[in-house]
């Protein structure tokens, strides 16, 4: 059985975003659905074509380079497959996702794919999350799919998945951390050994992405390695436990004390917790800083973020529960020395920017939204210092700085950028922009923001008007009224007084934004013009009252009012352009938005305002200090080290815009490392970027048996546990026949003598009973408590599989020794003796020194736990 796996790359720079789609045969798999920084909707058009054969969406980190496409696609396309990911990133992803919306409206042109109500619905409808370990099972194609997430490392709730599909296994690892970190606790590596899932039982194809080229040449000092002991400048410096953190806050404490503002542009979800925590330690040993530099994230959805990592302390690391435990439920994101704010207008109030303080904001690669302003207003200081936080895509402006000022050591670089400017569009242009939305709605019949208030009933001749919508027939109004199916398009002059009304139905509750289970009341406020006594006035009352009250001020001013120092005739000449543009005013033809106070601010409710934006050339000089701050994730040797542990049949590396040399070195040290003892060494297999696609052929790890007539017809099932038959034969090997194969197994029946007799025939047809003889492969004994460990410490027995001693049944048919270990209840590993008539001979959970005295025997029915307990036997013993 040969299974074809191909691997479709859509973004070209799995450094940058990730997306592929795998097809492993007839099941096609969108792995992570990402999205960069410019959000260009031009990057998914190749994904477009692939979207209704879809069967899995699976992701594994919940920043936007691995799942910002998603409320875009979903928005747009009817995509019906599952989407799975942890409970974590979907959580802390939506929020992302908002996030990244909001800074692109910020600073940019509105998105109109899709608005913040898109993600919400989307995150909550069809996202569904999974907990560690947690199996989804589907079919795809008429075969069963299976997906498990498992712990990565480096950012919460982070995952690498296995795929099983059709007998083949998948592994897809990503942007995974080895190590432990102040929270977190490293890549779960015992699922991916093959001593977890027998020697038989490679992984098929291990997907994973490249390291950047440059790595080796950027400075690393060494940054996992414990802190140095020397002299603190500060008591800060006493909480650090790697070199890495030593690093970043000496030199932050530096710049500040110098006068200088420090930026850290990070994601919201990515190392922002980390840098939190860090920060909050330091300053909480130092008195100095907390009073003088403060420690500023900024960020529109920063105590919406915090607010979720608080909650999922399950997900975080033994270290971070015990602590939590011992300091009576003292939760380590209760932050007293970082300040959130929304907005940069509000950080600039409470803290000028002039003044030193530590930033941290979004994007990671300066590529917009607030990390890119504050640069623009900090890079000119040469007091001011920025962090850049692992290696940088090529083409953001985060690597030209890279570059320039950590490769090339530039100390000044003069810069022309591309700086989007926001600015509100004048009254006529806004208010036309509303009255085309609300003919829209008009048009559509859809229910209208606002409904006629006090309309001029004696003008109107008792004639009613309903809202479009209400199911009731409409009454022509000099030709401009339609009744079909409820719809109308009323006439713009009985729309002169319009109020803002409920939207949602004609329930007085309605839901507000962001919290779809709540129920409030909708506020409205009737206004209407009156006179000086309060009375309501009409349209034609008003506009008389307007004109007595302008003929009275005339003539009591001498009829120049307002005119200055005109004389007479030139009063007069202005009393006629007065009057002309009166006229002219009369004539134009009323507006939907006539009579309507404070217009804008009822409308800005329910249409998005619209904003101008313009892109300028900018010429920036940068003048500040720019440091490289190394990210914990994988170093090329710990790429090297996973790989050889895994011991895959071949290894898939995903594109990258940046050299293939790192590509070229992880095949050779493969090639030449130490891989696990009967391993051969793994394919390595790189996505070339002009190829369409990459494709493999997997043998399966199955094989066919052919039996003969004459063993056939002797063959005798018997069911078992959940309705699994099985058969015991004894049959010898046969040379296999021209086409079948080569992983074709021919059996026929065992030789026999000429003189045989036909019971001694059927004699030797019979399988043998006794037990096999078995050599010890490790340096201790076989016993029961190693091979408890072992069980246990597979994963399939986690969570409801029991392994644990007892006694041997009252009623078992053979004699055991004084305890047993079960395997689930359905199968019994244990020694057996020769005689066991004395407790002490009934005791032994090691063999004795006679090899012949005891025997382990495993029994029970054939079941999952029945086949890994002989598994687990196997690998600590080989048969003779």
Request: hydrophobic share 40%; charged share 25%; aromatic share 6%.
């Amino acid at each position: 059985w040969i299974m074809d796996l191909r691997l479709i790359p859509i973004s070209k720079d799995s450094l940058e975003w990730q997306c592929s789609i795998l097809k492993l045969g007839n099941a096609t798999i969108l792995l992570n659905c990402g999205w960069n920084e410019s959000m260009d909707t031009n990057l998914l058009v190749p994904l477009v074509p692939h979207l209704p054969d879809l069967d899995l969406i699976i992701i594994t980190h919940a920043g936007t380079k691995h799942l910002g496409a998603i409320p875009y696609l979903l928005t747009k396309y009817p995509i019906a497959c599952p989407i799975l990911c942890t409970e974590p990133v979907c959580r802390l992803g939506e929020l992302a996702c908002v996030a990244c919306l909001e800074d692109q409206e910020k600073y940019r042109a509105p998105a109109d794919n899709f608005e913040v109500d898109d993600i919400l619905r989307i995150f909550m409808q069809r996202v569904r999350p999974l907990n560690y370990r947690e199996t989804f099972h589907t079919i795809a194609r008429g075969r069963a799919l299976a997906a498990c997430p498992y712990p990565a490392g480096g950012q919460l709730g982070s995952a690498y998945w296995t795929l099983h599909y059709g007998g083949h296994a998948i592994v897809y690892l990503v942007d995974c951390d080895v190590r432990r970190g102040r929270y977190l606790d490293g890549l779960d590596l015992q699922r991916l050994l093959p001593s977890c899932r027998g020697a038989a039982q490679q992984w098929d194809a291990v997907i994973t992405s490249p390291l950047p080229s440059m790595s080796s040449v950027l400075p690393r000092h060494g940054i996992l390695q414990p802190p140095h002991e020397v002299h603190a400048a500060s008591k800060a410096l006493q909480v650090v436990r790697s070199v890495r953190e030593q690093l970043l806050l000496e030199e932050t404490i530096a710049a500040l004390r110098r006068g200088g503002s420090v930026l850290i542009p990070a994601d919201v979800a990515g190392w922002i917790p980390e840098l939190l925590l860090l920060f909050e330690a330091a300053w909480s040993q130092d008195r100095q800083l907390a009073t003088n530099y403060p420690v500023a994230w900024l960020s529109p959805l920063g105590d919406m973020v915090l607010d979720q990592i608080k909650t999922r302390l399950e997900y975080m690391s033994r270290e971070t529960l015990t602590g939590f435990e011992l300091r009576f439920g003292q939760n380590p994101f209760i932050l007293k020395h970082v300040q959130i704010f929304q907005t940069l207008e509000e950080l600039s109030a409470s803290h000028p920017l002039t003044r030193p303080k530590v930033i941290m904001a979004a994007t990671p690669h300066l590529g917009g939204g607030d990390a890119r302003e504050v640069f623009m207003r900090l890079c000119a200081e040469p007091r001011s210092l920025l962090w850049l936080m692992g290696v940088p895509p090529i083409g953001t402006f985060a690597r030209l700085l890279l570059d320039d000022f950590v490769l090339k050591h530039h100390t000044s670089r003069d810069y022309c950028v591309q700086q989007h400017v926001k600015q509100p569009l004048p009254e006529d242009q806004l208010r036309a922009y509303y009255e085309a939305r609300i003919q829209e709605l008009i048009d559509s019949g859809q229910r209208l923001p606002f409904q006629p208030a006090d309309l001029l009933l004696a003008k109107l001749e008792d004639t009613m008007i309903p809202l479009p919508g209400d199911g009731h027939s409409v009454t022509p109004i000099s030709g401009s009224a339609k009744s079909e199916e409820g719809t109308a398009k009323l006439d713009a002059k009985a729309l002169t007084r319009l109020q803002l009304r409920d939207v949602s139905g004609t329930s007085t509750l309605w839901s507000p934004l962001g919290w779809p289970s709540s129920r409030t009341l909708a506020h409205s406020e009737r206004r209407s013009e009156g006179d000086e006594y309060g009375h309501l006035l009409t349209t034609s009352e008003l506009k008389a009252w307007r004109a007595q009250d302008q003929e009275s001020s005339m003539y009591s001013m001498g009829g120049t009012a307002g005119l200055g120092e005109l004389t007479v005739g030139e009063a007069d000449g202005a009393n006629a352009v007065k009057e002309e543009a009166a006229k002219v005013e009369d004539e134009t033809p009323p507006s939907l938005l006539d009579g309507v106070t404070d217009w804008r601010e009822a409308l800005r409710i329910h249409f998005r305002e619209p904003m101008r934006c313009e892109v300028r050339e900018r010429l920036v000089q940068v003048a500040c200090r720019i440091r490289f701050l190394p990210d914990s994730t994988l170093e090329p040797r710990d790429l090297y080290n996973l790989i050889s542990m895994m011991a895959p049949k071949n290894v898939v590396l995903l594109p990258s815009a940046d050299d293939l040399s790192a590509t070229s070195m992880i095949s050779k040290h493969l090639h030449c490392g130490k891989l696990v003892e009967g391993a051969l060494a793994p394919e390595t297999h790189t996505v070339n970027l002009d190829d369409p696609f990459l494709h493999l052929s997997l043998p399966g790890s199955k094989r066919k048996a052919n039996f003969l007539p004459e063993i056939w017809t002797k063959v005798g099932f018997q069911k078992t546990v959940d309705s699994v038959r099985i058969a015991r034969v004894r049959a010898a090997v046969r040379l296999p026949t021209e086409g079948s194969g080569a992983r074709t197994l021919e059996l026929g029946g065992c030789s026999v003598a000429s003189d045989t007799s036909l019971e001694e025939s059927n004699e030797k047809d019979r399988l043998p009973r006794q037990g096999a003889l078995f050599v010890g492969l490790g340096p201790a004994p076989l016993s029961l408590s190693v091979l408890k460990e072992q069980l246990r410490a597979a994963e399939w027995t986690r969570d409801d599989v029991e392994v644990e001693f007892h006694a041997p049944g009252a009623h078992a048919a053979k004699p055991w020794s004084s305890r047993v270990l079960r395997v689930g209840g359905k199968a019994t590993l244990g020694w057996r003796g020769n005689e066991l008539q004395s407790d002490e001979a009934g005791a032994w959970e090691t063999p004795p020194l006679k090899p012949h005295v005891a025997t382990m025997r495993l029994e029970g029915l054939p079941s999952e736990e029945f086949f890994m307990a002989r598994a687990a036997l196997y690998r600590r013993c080989a048969p003779v």
